[in-house]
């Protein structure tokens, strides 16, 4: 059996510890204990200079982590981008559809559970948690959808639209949002912050300029950017270019 990818092009690009694409394509899967009939693939991580790990997930039917996903002081999310899951923390359950969300605290373990005999599609993470001085400050278990969160106008463009997928309390120490271009929207700036992200594009394409070098990136497609990585995009094609993205928050450089 022949290869049916053209193996002198790859739209992979890695700039350790500064930016790295990462295409469905040149995915390959990984054993990670705890998964069962899954089908998983570690993406940003500490080798390539992140301080978060994130990972794809696709469940097969009977695909499940009951070992339960997290460590002591580790933080944890889970998004649904396909299908349906039984996510659970410790013992308070939810069910997610495509949209749908959970967030772990240190301490609180992530269980995941497929509800379907088809695929369901998860996109997931984990951080070492930075917890304030003084303990009165602590994160708690969040889920929701985001389908049914306010969109807001980004940087007062109309055709921009961010959403937050955790409280903004001083307790969290990171934060999952939803950024969306309409085709022709775009950043009102390039960006160039301390913090770091992992994205994973949602719909759509864009034009990305990462260290101002100028990437097409499309559905599918995952983003490593790193601190101080001057970043910004605008949207083509006819459907809304969306992300979702983490983005560390409410802590002192260290
Ligand atoms: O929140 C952010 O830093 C976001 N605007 N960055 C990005 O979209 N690359
Ligand atoms: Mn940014």
Excluded at 114 to 131: A, C, R, S
Aim: hydrophobic share 35%; proline share 6%.
């Amino acid at each position: 059996m022949g290869y049916p990818q053209d193996l002198l092009a790859s739209r992979s690009i890695i700039k350790r510890g500064n930016f790295a694409l990462i295409p469905p394509e040149g995915l390959v899967k990984n054993v990670v204990p705890g998964f069962e009939q899954c089908d998983l693939t570690i993406l940003a991580s500490p080798r390539l200079g992140a301080k978060f790990v994130d990972y794809v997930v696709t469940m097969h039917e009977g695909g499940k982590n009951v070992q339960g996903f997290g460590e002591a002081g580790v933080e944890t999310f889970v998004y649904c981008m396909e299908g349906r899951v039984k996510a659970s923390a410790d013992k308070q359950s939810f069910s997610l559809q495509e949209g749908g969300y959970l967030y772990c605290p240190p301490g609180v373990k992530l269980y995941l559970e497929n509800e379907q005999v088809q695929d369901t599609k998860l996109f997931l993470y984990k951080q070492k948690y930075v917890p304030l001085d003084g303990s009165e400050h602590a994160p708690w278990v969040v889920s929701g959808n985001v389908h049914e969160l306010e969109a807001m106008d980004y940087d007062n463009m109309t055709n921009v639209k961010l959403k937050d997928l955790l409280p903004t309390d001083l307790a969290f120490d990171m934060n999952f949002h939803i950024l969306s271009f309409e085709p022709g929207g775009c950043h009102p700036f390039v960006e160039t912050h301390y913090q770091e992200h992992g994205a994973i594009m949602l719909s759509g394409e864009g034009i990305y300029n990462l260290d101002n070098e100028w990437i097409p990136i499309k559905k599918g497609d995952y983003l490593y950017m790193g601190p101080y990585v001057p970043q910004a995009t605008y949207a083509v094609g006819r459907e809304p270019f969306a992300y979702l993205y983490s983005k560390d928050c409410n802590r002192d450089a260290s």
